[in-house]
């Protein structure tokens, strides 16, 4: 069949395919980092095609290679005397528009391939939300799962004695992600200041509020996320009121869409943790949740010895067969597959909002765009986190703190703008609808813009 493309969108795609096929020659073994690449790639190729400039300056080629990647050893002594090594990794990847900003995962299954795809992301990201901050993310594959606080304390000071040689306020700024909350947090907090012999509030974010922490931090993501879903349903006259949520995971995101969707007038029938899943018809109880995960670090299983009439299941992906109006993943990378998406529309799914980071497969994502799903990508859908993170960042240079409201009020404020924003770059390269194209092409200007006016470096 003869090809309908332009010459300038056959010139477009054709160096895009290059630059994925060199990345994946480059970084091999690194799936979940080629499957970040090829998703900002493929929605690019409009634009290079409009702006040959960002071909001939080698933006691309640049963009997807980290600035920095510091991997080091994390030893350290458990409750029964035995050591233990842990990797630790950092990814400074890209600081054209201001210190490399990104959280810190704890988890069995972080790797270069984990922590680079959430870094790359994390560029565009943080583009989104307007605020001065690079891209950046780290972690370890230490499994904060089932220990005592003691070594959870010993093994953070260990990852922080040799990450503060590589971070700072206007340098690299760290937060939380999964399995790395305001305990681990505060423990790295301390060791940096007693390493460094200084305070330097704005070293990291998601701090306490006692020391440097801005309200609404731990609210930010979830909250953002309903937010910018909450744009995604206006636009076609529907909203959270009377409607039915599905919500993943159980940890901090997730408890504070399912808060927020609440709020709204929403019904939350169900959520998870990495063993199984909760379904309650008659709505899941926040203060239950809250309780068992943030206090006392329990398993969502036993949410039922509280609530019998709830039915709890084991294993997390069946969730997404249960019927609902809107689908909040904010578990983990990679957890609606196209049968699941499949099962989300024939049940009648309306919206998805990402809460979690690249949570639905490439696969998935194209079986939600064909069947007119409003799609709200983790880029742009969660990045209330990061964008808080900053006003962070401002309240601790200023050496003052706004009030909840205030910061709730900015924070809504920003994700109607990456709403927005996302929304006018996808009809601007007249693919209306496809907030993914959208959010990838709004974050990616930004920064070619501001790499371009650095020159080569
Ligand atoms: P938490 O550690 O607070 O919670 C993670 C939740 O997801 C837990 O319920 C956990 O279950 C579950 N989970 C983890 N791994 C898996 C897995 N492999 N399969 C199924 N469930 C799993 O992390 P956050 O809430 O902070 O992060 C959740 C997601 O949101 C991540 O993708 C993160 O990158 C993203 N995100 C977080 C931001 C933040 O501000 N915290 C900002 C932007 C994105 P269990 O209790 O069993 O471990």
Sequence with gaps: MPSTLTGSEQAAEQYVSSVYESVIRRNPHESEFHQAVKEILDSLIPVFARHPKYMKHGILERIVEPERMITFRVPWVDDNGNVQVNRGFRVQFNSAIGPYKGGLR???????????????????????????????????????????????????????????????????????????????????????????????????????????????????????CVYFVNEMLESRGLSFQGSTVVVSGSGNVSIYAMDKATQLGAKVVACSDSDGYVYDPHGINLNTVKRLKEIERKRIREYVDEHPHAVYTEGCQGIWSLPCDIALPCATQNEIDADSAKMLVENGVKAVGEGANMPSTLEAIDVFLKNRVLFGPAKAANAGGVAVSALEMSQNSMRQSWTFEEVDAKLHSIMKNIYQNSVKASEAYGLPGNLVAGANIAGFVRVAEAMLAQGVV
């Design 106 to 224: 704890f988890h069995p299954s972080v790797n270069a391939s984990i922590i680079k795809f959430l870094g790359f992301e994390q560029i565009f990201k943080n583009s989104l939300t307007g605020q001065p901050i690079g891209g950046g993310k780290g972690g370890s594959d230490f499994d904060p799962k089932g220990k005592s606080d003691r070594e959870i304390m010993r093994f953070t000071q260990s990852f922080m004695t040799e990450l503060y040689k590589y971070i700072g306020p206007d340098e690299d700024v760290p937060a939380g992600d999964i399995g790395v909350g305001a305990r681990e947090i505060g423990y790295m907090f301390g060791q940096y200041k007693r390493i460094r012999g200084g305070y330097e509030a704005g070293v990291l974010t998601g701090k306490g509020i006692v020391y440097g922490g801005s309200l609404t931090r731990t609210e930010a993501t979830g909250y953002g």
